[in-house]
């Protein structure tokens, strides 16, 4: 599974961004999509999810301000960020897992993409 994402950039505090990725398999292969970011000095952390049959999941620090979707046609995954933070700033990955027939996932990752929020 190869992941392509896309989006990002720089912008204000307050302001908002969108990240897409795009799954280079069907979408009804893949278990769930995500993206992770990670800041300087941190550990990569899960932003936000969504897996078939289970819906959306948000870090706490998101919450009422990301908005995950997945477009199951396009495998592609979707992340609308409003009211960004200067702490949302960080390196985001899309993610893939895939449920393989031994039952366990494999995880998949996409080129990061920088989101910088900076007056």
């Known amino acids: 599974v190869q992941l392509q994402a896309s989006g990002g950039g720089l912008v204000q505090p307050g302001g908002s961004l969108s990240l897409s990725c795009a799954a280079s398999?069907?979408?009804?292969?893949?278990?769930?999509m995500g993206w992770y970011r990670q800041a300087p000095g941190t550990q990569r952390e899960s932003v936000a999810s969504?897996?078939?049959?289970?819906?959306?999941k948000y870090a706490d620090s998101v919450k009422g301000r990301f908005t995950i979707s997945r477009d199951n046609a396009k495998s592609t995954v979707h992340l609308q960020m409003n009211s960004l933070k200067s702490e949302d700033t960080a390196v985001y990955y899309c993610?893939?897992?895939?449920?393989?027939?031994?039952?366990?996932?494999?995880?998949?990752w996409g080129q990061g993409t920088e989101v910088t929020v900076s007056s």
């Open positions: 993610n893939a897992a895939q449920l393989t027939p031994l039952g366990t996932l494999d995880n998949y």
């Open positions: 398999v069907n979408s009804s292969s893949i278990t769930s």
């Open positions: 969504i897996t078939t049959g289970v819906g959306p």
